[in-house]
């Protein structure tokens, strides 16, 4: 079933992807995570890229955490099919502190390798990248507000909200050897025009969608390239009582490893 839903939605081979998804949206699922994530490979093919969320969002350096960002233990937060995803054999994982993404497929490594060397979310942050090959993303079971490409369009369209590489934590390198990385800096709180994933009202107005289900599974397929347009139109002109990006008052927020970006445009 989740084979032939992702045909019908769109997936195919050579395909570059990014994926979001909900294991528990499938209801009972054989081989759980691993099934869902056998299927994707299978459809995609080695031709293809997959890549998805890894992010700790700061929990190994928070209150009980490890105190350090290892990309061969840290798990993420993403939720099972994402943590068993990065595990697998021939996936990579970026080196990015808090919001690291993991890739498989042919040339997979180029999306990840030079994370922790450039914004987090930026032109070439893994999702970056992927826009730039003429990527997708899909939506497995949740909706736009975990959309995590709405990012990309904020950074590469010059939102204040966001801190260019103003946050650093230790990251244990491939080398053993432990080095502060910069990550950005988080915003003091939600953004009110992309923080409900609303715009996907206006991806469906568009046609620029499309979706299967499997069972009580909900599959959205998108371009980058579509989503970018869109969303950018939205942080440009405002929605409602919401300004317009650039007078919207949200800054980067200040923590204890808040550092003066080391970030030229």
Request: aromatic share 8%; net charge neutral; charged share 20%.
């Amino acid at each position: 079933m989740i084979l032939s839903g992702l045909r019908q939605v769109g997936v195919d081979a050579e395909m570059k992807l990014m994926v979001h998804s909900s294991l528990s949206s499938f209801g009972r699922v054989e081989g759980g995570p691993v099934t869902v994530i056998d299927a994707l490979l299978e459809v995609l093919t080695p031709a293809g890229v997959l890549l998805m969320p890894s992010f700790n969002h700061g929990a190994p350096f928070g209150e009980g955490g490890a105190g350090i960002y290892d990309p061969a233990t840290t798990p993420t937060t993403n939720g099972v099919i994402a943590d068993t995803f990065w595990r697998m054999p021939a996936v990579y994982r970026s080196l990015n502190p808090t919001h690291p993404f993991a890739a498989w497929g042919g040339g997979s490594s180029r999306f990840v390798n030079g994370h922790h060397r450039t914004l987090t979310m930026g032109e070439d942050s893994p999702l970056g990248l992927l826009l730039q090959a003429g990527g997708y993303g899909l939506l497995m079971g949740v909706g736009y507000e975990v959309n995590t490409f709405h990012h990309v369009v904020e950074v590469v369209t010059g939102a204040p909200c966001l801190g260019k590489r103003t946050e650093e934590y230790p990251v244990r390198m491939p080398d053993g050897s432990i080095a502060p990385v910069r990550t950005w800096g988080w915003r003091e709180r939600s953004c009110p025009l992309t923080g409900d994933g609303r715009y996907g009202e206006e991806m469906r107005r568009q046609g620029l969608e499309r979706t299967a289900k499997v069972g009580e599974c909900k599959f959205t397929l998108f371009r980058l390239r579509d989503c970018f347009k869109v969303v950018a139109n939205l942080l440009q002109e405002g929605r409602n009582e919401n300004p317009p990006c650039v007078r919207c008052p949200i800054r980067p927020r200040v923590v204890t490893t808040t550092v003066p970006s080391d970030w030229e445009d």
